[in-house]
């Protein structure tokens, strides 16, 4: 379980991160997710406790990252990738951060089996690393100590379809297991497919927050007839909150029933009326996340 607790972190006069709450469960992927310069790497770094806050809390099975007595063997943590030592194989990389935690040599050929990097691809230097290598071993590096709760900033970044395919598994069994997993992204649809719980941050503030399938239902509805003037106008006249696309695809906030009668009402063949699907999630994610707008910030 990690919980976060009106964090807040500023640097000078920019707060990264304002007065954050969340929890991720176990037994639960929760999905972090937010654009660029959102305040996402910020946060996972305080509750790594990598970057000091300057006002709040993040705990980890209720202790703070810095007091917990082993952290690898309970919290697994993969922020940068390319943070490893260059110099070294893979397999040292992981030989060495199993002697720090008091790990036998078995489980790191057992982790580098799991994350497809025994053989030949271990004995490399991680110079030699492509991205999506480097991905699977800082994935291999945070499941080594054998932890119940995962951390992971971007980890599909520079993986290929097939590599975000096998971690979305690797997770899910995580999490099948009673595992939390915490996982940032900037793109929706690259967590979609595996996590459960979404906590959505713009601009420093949490502006969502929920399981999957409640916020995906929140979306709005999909609307499209033969006439979008018309639509348009009976929505409107109905007072149905409604955004047109140039297509002519309206998402309108509102009951499948209630458009539908309106729309009968005005006489508007329907060609589809359906929930919003994650590209709805999305438009409405990037709608709560947008940065304010002058007023917004004067007000
Ligand atoms: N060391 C720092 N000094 C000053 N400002 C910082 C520092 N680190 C981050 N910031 C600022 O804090 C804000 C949040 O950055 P953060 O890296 O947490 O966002 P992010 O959501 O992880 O973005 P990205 O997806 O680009 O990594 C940004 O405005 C960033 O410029």
Redesign the pocket.
Known sequence: MITVEHLTKR?GA?T?VDDVSFRCEPGTVTGFL?P???????TMRMICGLSPVSSGSATVHGVAYGDLPNPGRQVGVLLDASAQHAGRTGREVLSVAAQLMGIGSRRVDETLERVGLAGAPAKRRVKNYSLGMRQRLGIAHALLGDPTVLILDEPANGLDPEGIHWMRGVLRDFADRGGTVMLSS?LLREVEAVADHLVVIGS?RIVADGPKDELLRSAGLVVRALEPDLLEKALVGAGIDARFAPDGTCTADAEAETVGRVAAGAGIVLLELRPADSGGLEEMFLRLTSAPTEQEVAA
Request: proline content about 0%; overall charge positive; aromatic content about 8%.
């Open positions: 640097y920019v990264a937010g660029n310069g959102a305040g996402k790497s910020t900037h420093g």
